[in-house]
Nanobody
């Protein structure tokens, strides 16, 4: 069993920044790919970023446009998503997810085995 708990969401103005955190409990956390996804009301869940177990390889969705940075600290079993230059269209529930397979950086949410509860990000105009 792996538990993931996100935090750091909130209300920000357009152009502002937030850093999301995901705390993991798994013993083999460092071997997991970790993904960030988001979902707005009435819309499909959308891939944001994925990071390899070592943190050495990161894949981003095209809409990120350099604004977001994923990172991880395996000693602390933490994954982060730094979000800068936020736009109203970034408003969504952001969730972290773990893929046990590793070394794949899947963008398909169906490939992830464990999910956090999500944290709300709201960006006002």
């Amino acid at each position: 069993q792996v538990q993931l708990v996100e935090s750091g969401g909130g209300l920000v103005q357009a152009g502002g920044s937030l850093r999301l955190s995901c705390a993991a409990s798994g013993r083999t956390f460092s071997s997991y790919d970790m993904g960030w996804f988001r979902q707005a009301p009435g819309k499909e869940r959308e891939f944001v970023a994925a990071i390899s177990g070592s943190g050495g390889t990161i894949k981003y969705a095209g809409f990120v446009k350099g604004r977001f940075t994923a990172s991880r600290d395996n000693a602390r079993k933490m994954v982060y998503l730094q979000m800068n230059s936020l736009k109203p269209e970034d408003t969504a529930v952001y969730s972290c997810a773990a893929n046990r397979e590793g070394n794949m950086l899947y963008s398909d949410a169906r490939e992830y085995d464990y999910w956090g509860q999500g944290t709300q990000v709201t960006v006002s105009s």
